[in-house]
Every structure is written in structure tokens, then in C-alpha cells.
């Protein structure tokens, strides 16, 4: 079992940054590739970025280059460094873990941290 617990959202205006974190416990064995997705109201949940264990990524068209993911392997965390946020990326954002794949989510789900881009 893996419990990820995330922080790091918040409200900030067009053009602003944060950086979400999302640390994970539990059996180490499961945790694979790490990454995050989203969800806006009325619309399904998306994939943002995701990292392996050994560093490659995969990001989301719509945040490439203002989105950076990463990952400390000792800590058991991953963080996202939104910068330029745009109203659009408000969403719940979701931490996710236990897959071997950077496309598909694994089964482990964090409870989420609202991002809300408004001026």
C-alpha cells in the first residue's frame, strides 16, 4: 500500500508561479514512476507530467516548457514547478504513483490540492 500526500496549492494570479510537492510512504517497491494529473470542473482528468525513476519525463502539450517535474528518490517525493500559470490550469491537482508506464496512471491517488489561477 502507498499514501501520497501532497501541498503546495494554492490561489495565484495570471502569470504566477508554485510548486507543488507529493510525498509518498509505504511500500517503496510500488512506487514507479511518479507524476501528476488534473481535473477541472465539468472535465475529465488529465495527465499534466510524469517522471520515472530514472528521470525521463513526459509533460502535457499545454504546460510544456512552463511546467517542470522532478523527483528526489530518497525523499520518496515529487515536486512540479508551475511557472506562467494561465486561468486554465485551475484544477484539482492529483498526485499519482505505481505504474511502470509515463502515459498510463498507476492505481495510488494522493486526495488532491486545489490551483486556482484568478486575478
Known amino acids: 500500500q502507498v499514501r501520497l500526500v501532497e501541498s503546495g496549492g494554492g490561489l495565484v494570479q495570471p502569470g504566477g508561479s508554485l510548486r507543488l510537492s507529493c510525498a509518498a510512504s509505504?511500500?517503496?517497491?510500488?512506487?514507479?514512476?511518479m507524476g501528476w494529473y488534473r481535473q477541472a470542473p465539468g472535465k475529465q482528468r488529465e495527465l499534466v507530467a510524469t517522471?520515472?525513476?530514472?528521470?525521463?519525463?513526459n509533460y502535457a502539450d499545454s504546460v510544456k516548457g512552463r511546467f517542470t517535474i522532478s523527483r528526489d528518490n530518497a525523499k520518496r517525493t515529487v515536486y512540479l514547478q508551475m511557472n506562467s500559470l494561465k486561468p486554465e490550469d485551475t484544477a484539482v491537482y492529483y498526485c499519482?504513483?505505481?505504474?511502470?508506464?509515463?502515459?498510463?496512471?498507476?492505481?495510488?491517488w494522493g486526495q488532491g490540492t486545489q490551483v486556482t489561477v484568478s486575478s
Open positions: 509505504g511500500s517503496i517497491f510500488a512506487i514507479n514512476a
Open positions: 499519482n504513483t505505481g505504474s511502470f508506464s509515463i502515459t498510463l496512471p498507476g492505481p495510488y
Open positions: 517522471i520515472t525513476r530514472g528521470g525521463s519525463s
